[in-house]
Every structure is written in C-alpha cells, then in structure tokens.
C-alpha cells in the first residue's frame, strides 16, 4: 500500500489529504524513508529538508478539515537545485556555491507553496544546468532508474529520477534547451516545457531560451502544476498571453481531428536510433488510429540556427551572477565560458538576431499543421561519463548534440513542447516522443497528450531492479 501510494498522482494525494484519508506527516514520512533507502543508489538529491518539511506537514495536518484550502494542500514536491529556496541550501550545482542559502524563494516555488505543496529538498543538476547528463563533479553522477549504469538526462535529472523512483510524487523542472523533456523522456515520465513568457523567472532577468516546468507521472498533474507556475510578474521581458481556460480543463477534454506531422529529421546532422525512430512511427500510427490527418513532413531548419543557439549558450555560460572563478568550474563549463568570455557583443546580437529570424520562419511552419511529432532524443541514454574527454573538455559539450539535437529548437522559437513515454526500445528503456505546438498553445499539447495517454497508458511502469539495488547497497552497508 506505502509503495502504492509512493506512486500515487499529486492530485490524488491532494484528495486523500483533504478528505483526511492520509496526512501530510504520512505522505512526508513516506518519501523520507523511500529517500533513505534509494537515493544512496541514485543521489537524485543533494540537499534535503526533511525537518522544515515535517514541520510544515504537521501544521498542515492540522488544516486538512479546512474549505478553503488551496489545491495541494499538504502533498510534498521537489524543487530542481538552480532554482533559490529560502532557508534551503541552493548550489547551482557548482562547488562554489556549496555553503549558499538564499534569503528568499523564486517566484515559481513562492506560487508553488502558496499552492500547498511541501518542499522536500533540492534535486541533482549539471553546474548551471549547461548539459544534458545530470554528473556535477561536486556532488555526483544521478543514475537513471532504469539502467544505473546510464544518465538520466539533464539539467532537471535529479528531479525526473527523484519522481520515476517514487521519491516524490512530482517535480519542478526548467528547460533552457530541452532540460525537461530529455530526463523526461529517459526516465518514462511525461513533462512539458511552456510556451516563452508563460511562467515568470522573477526575481531574476527573462530568459530568451529557458521556462521552469512539470515533470509528472501524468498529463492531468502536469496542467495542474502548469495552472500553479504560471502567471507574469510586473517587469517580466515577455509575457505570454493568459490561457482561455485552466490547463486541468484541458486535460479532459477531446482535442477534435488535428493536423499533425511527424518527422525523424533532426535540425543538426546526427544520426538517430532505430528505437527512437520507431517511438515516432508508433506515436504517428495511435494518432492516425485516433482520428487525426497525419503525415510525415518537418521544417526545413536553417543549419545556422544550431550555431546562433550555441553563440548564446556560451555567453550564458560565462555569464553566470555571480561568476564563480574558472578553475572552480566543471573543466567542460570552463571551456564554455572561455568561449563566452571571447564572444563579442555584435557576434551575440547576430546570434540573437538569427534566432529571431529563423524562429518565425518555423513557427510558419504551424500554418498548415496544429502539432509536430518528433522524437525527444537522438539515441538511448548515454552510459555515464560517455563522452567526458579529459584532454578536450568541450567534446563533451559537442557530444550533447548527437543525443539531443530535437529540443532547442523550441527554445529558441520559444514555443511550447511536452515529452509523451509512449514507446520502450530494444534494451527496455523508455522512449518518450516529443509533440512540439503552436505559439501559446499548451492548450492543444495537453488535450493530444491526454489523449495518447489513454489509448496507451504508461503511469503504471516502474523501474525495474532499483529497489533490489538498494536492498543488496543496504546489506553491504550494514
């Protein structure tokens, strides 16, 4: 039953909770011991806050008869460790910042605790978030559930494993070029990047390329949480339009006969698994069986744009505030932000320049269909330290892109895309299959995600062997 409910949707928790079938000091007590026992295999947190978030799940426990009160009243969540969390340990998963504990939260973790959630502790990420593997060398390589030996993907790694091995019931994640939608993906679990401007970064400056987001087990606890992060702050660089509905209603309702293409071409010249082309294929042939018109079509995407995206990757990278000093640095950050730090300001205004204008040329693209179909990634996930090189530390960087070559895209464009776990490939990994949409259409992703969850349910696969891992770690240790 513990193990049942470990695994249990944040929205049905937050209806146990409120019809006093199970406390927060259940739910809380629960993660904590499954936190115990598997995050020593998987090291998908780095800071916990178990103490503060029992306090907060007795005082919640005490308001549980309330009526008014907000929609995850008393379910526990993980926040991903770039985000601030006053009182909570936050190190952007750099060795500078180990000792660093912010005075006050983001905006998207003050609306996700206005909205009842408790906060257990911070989840695993690359230094500043800057690869797609999740194996900062200050606080360790987080293994896939699925295969240990693997990555879990990046930047929001730790938070998709935390979520996958029911350590938590769901996650806060953010996606700067596919951060979300890649751990995702590897981890069997649906998560969705917002459309630019949808969910404020405040305090800090707008980000061109990066949201936060959900990672779930299921479509309805993502627009939920997506109804709870969105919203503007007065001073936001973009704003997106409001949604004509909440994101939950969409998660019930029928998304009509769409006009859907799909495509295995990757905006970068890579080659792309046979798995993770038949995920494609797969998730084309459901919709079809379901109604809709689809055909194989994709933008033609200027070669350029992966360079322009590049040029701002590596100017971000050394414009971290503050900037910690170079040698402290992962050496594949190190060498990003010597390539940023030699960027000049015209040559980051082209690139911007360049995004802009391809953006709209494959937004155009969106005329004549409602979605795109592709897959998430490129291949299985890479084994750990895969494509580290001591003697070049940046073909780690340029490695990334043979995995994920189908994500930026969106980023750059700034529209919105989700990650849907509707295949498994020949080695028993998850595949998920990107749905890419219109400019501030989540309405449209959720209702198609929706509606492929049904026709092929996926909330109920686990990771095999993990838990006998951590058995077999618990022996050795005592």
Same mark, same amino acid.
């Given at each position: ?32 011991? %499954? ?114 030996? @693997? ?11 935390? !979520? ?80 004509? @509905? ?11 006969? !769409? @006009? &859907? ?100 040329? &494959? ?19 890479? !084994? ?53 949409? %219109? ?6 992703? &959720?209702?198609?995600?929706?509606? !492929? ?22 022996? @050795?240790?005592?």
């Amino acid at each position: 039953m513990s193990t049942d409910l470990a695994f249990a949707p944040a929205i049905e928790q937050a209806q146990l909770v409120r019809g006093k079938q199970v406390s927060p000091v259940e739910l809380v007590e629960l993660y904590a011991r %499954r936190i115990e026992r598997l995050n020593p295999v998987l090291n998908a947190w780095v800071t916990l806050a178990l103490d503060r978030a029992m306090d907060e799940a007795r005082a919640a426990e005490a308001r549980a008869g309330d009526e008014d009160l907000p929609a995850f009243h008393g379910v526990p969540i993980s926040i991903k460790d770039l985000n601030d969390t006053a009182g909570i340990r936050t190190t952007h998963g750099t060795a500078t910042y180990a000792d660093r504990i912010p005075g006050y939260d983001d905006h998207v973790v003050s609306r996700l605790r206005a909205a009842g959630f408790i906060v257990l502790g911070k989840t695993n990420t690359p230094e500043f978030g800057t690869t797609p593997w999740t194996e900062p060398p200050a606080y360790g390589v987080c293994r896939n559930p699925w295969d240990t030996s @693997r990555t879990s993907g990046g930047s929001s790694g730790g938070a998709a494993v935390a !979520l996958a091995a029911g350590m938590c019931p769901v996650s806060q994640g953010s996606d700067g070029g596919g951060s979300i939608r890649i751990p995702a993906s590897v981890c069997g679990l649906y998560g969705i990047k917002p459309s630019r401007g949808r969910v404020s970064a405040a305090p800090d400056p707008g980000s061109l390329l990066s949201q936060n987001g959900p990672i779930s087990r299921t479509v309805s606890d993502a627009a939920a949480l997506l109804d709870v992060m969105s919203g503007p702050v007065a001073g936001d660089a973009w704003t997106a339009p409001p949604p004509q @509905r909440e994101f939950l209603a969409e998660a019930t309702t029928p998304p009509g006969r !769409l @006009r &859907i293409a799909f495509s295995c071409k990757p905006p970068a010249d890579v080659p792309v698994a046979p798995g993770n082309q038949e995920g494609v294929r797969r998730a084309a042939g459901l919709l079809s069986d379901l109604g809709h018109d689809v055909e194989e079509d994709s933008p033609e995407y200027d070669p350029g744009l992966v360079d322009a995206f590049l040029t701002i990757w590596f100017v971000g990278a050394a414009a971290q505030d503050p900037m910690p000093p170079l040698e402290t640095l992962d050496p594949v950050n190190r060498a990003l932000a010597e390539l940023g730090e030699t960027t000049s300001g015209p040559a980051f205004r082209r690139a911007w320049n360049r995004i802009e204008r391809e953006s709209r040329r &494959i937004v155009s693209f969106f005329d004549r269909y409602d979605v795109l179909v592709t897959p998430t990634v490129a291949s299985p996930p890479p !084994l750990h330290g895969q494509y580290k090189d001591a003697e070049q530390p940046l073909m780690e960087f340029f490695g990334a892109i043979n995995f994920v070559p189908f994500t930026g895209a969106w980023n750059s464009t700034g529209q919105p895309a989700a990650t849907v776990p509707v295949h498994t490939d020949e080695l028993g990994l998850p595949v998920g299959v990107q749905l890419a949409g %219109r400019q501030y259409d989540e309405a449209t992703l &959720i209702r198609l995600s929706a509606q !492929l969850e049904q026709a092929a349910p996926w909330a109920h696969r686990r990771p095999p062997g993990v838990e006998a891992e951590a058995d077999v770690l618990s022996r @050795r240790g005592s």
